[in-house]
C-alpha cells in the first residue's frame, strides 16, 4: 500500500518560513531512515505557492494565474511517498516526523491500479 504524508501549511507561513539547521537535520534522519527501512519512495519540500501558476481548464481554454494564491487556505509545503503494509505502519511513520508542536501531517492512501473496476486498470501497470 502507498500512501502520501502532506505536510500542509498556510500561504502565508510558506512565504515566510526559514527552516533552522535543527529541523533540516531531524527532517533529513526521519527521510534516511525511512530508506533505511525500505518504506521511503519519494521525499520532496515544495516552494511557496508565490513560485506557482494555476492552470484553469476550459474546453480548449486555459487559463494561466501565477501565485500566490492568497485565496487558499493552506497549501502542500512538502510531502513522503512511502509504501508500507497496512495504514496503521503508515501511521506509524507518520507519527515519528519531527515537527514542532501543533504541526501537522496529513496522510492519505494512493490510488493503486487494483482499485479500479477490471474495465478501467491500466494494462500497463503491476
Same mark, same amino acid.
Given at each position: 500500500?502507498?500512501?502520501?504524508?502532506?505536510?500542509?501549511?498556510?500561504?502565508?507561513?510558506?512565504?515566510?518560513?526559514?527552516?533552522?539547521?535543527?529541523?533540516?537535520?531531524?527532517?533529513?534522519?526521519?527521510?534516511?531512515?525511512?530508506?533505511?527501512?525500505?518504506?521511503?519512495?519519494?521525499?520532496?519540500?515544495?516552494?511557496?505557492?508565490?513560485?506557482?501558476?494555476? @492552470?484553469?481548464?476550459?474546453?480548449?481554454?486555459? $487559463?494561466? %494565474? *501565477?501565485? +500566490?494564491?492568497?485565496?487558499?487556505?493552506?497549501?502542500? =509545503?512538502?510531502?513522503?511517498?512511502?509504501?508500507?503494509?497496512?495504514?496503521?505502519?503508515?501511521?506509524?511513520?507518520?507519527?515519528?516526523?519531527?515537527?514542532?508542536?501543533?504541526? @501537522?501531517?496529513?496522510?492519505?492512501?494512493?490510488? $493503486?491500479? %487494483? *482499485?479500479? +473496476?477490471?474495465?478501467?486498470?491500466?494494462?500497463?501497470? =503491476?
Amino acid at each position: 500500500m502507498r500512501f502520501m504524508m502532506s505536510l500542509p501549511a498556510s500561504v502565508e507561513a510558506q512565504e515566510t518560513f526559514v527552516p533552522t539547521r535543527e529541523l533540516v537535520t531531524a527532517m533529513r534522519k526521519y527521510s534516511d531512515d525511512m530508506r533505511k527501512a525500505g518504506v521511503l519512495l519519494l521525499a520532496e519540500g515544495l516552494y511557496p505557492s508565490s513560485k506557482a501558476t494555476r @492552470i484553469k481548464m476550459s474546453g480548449r481554454t486555459r $487559463e494561466f %494565474t *501565477d501565485g +500566490p494564491f492568497t485565496e487558499a487556505k493552506e497549501m502542500i =509545503a512538502g510531502f513522503w511517498l512511502i509504501q508500507v503494509k497496512s495504514r496503521e505502519e503508515a501511521l506509524e511513520w507518520a507519527s515519528r516526523c519531527p515537527l514542532a508542536e501543533g504541526e @501537522i501531517v496529513e496522510i492519505r492512501p494512493v490510488f $493503486e491500479n %487494483t *482499485d479500479f +473496476p477490471p474495465e478501467l486498470r491500466s494494462k500497463s501497470a =503491476a
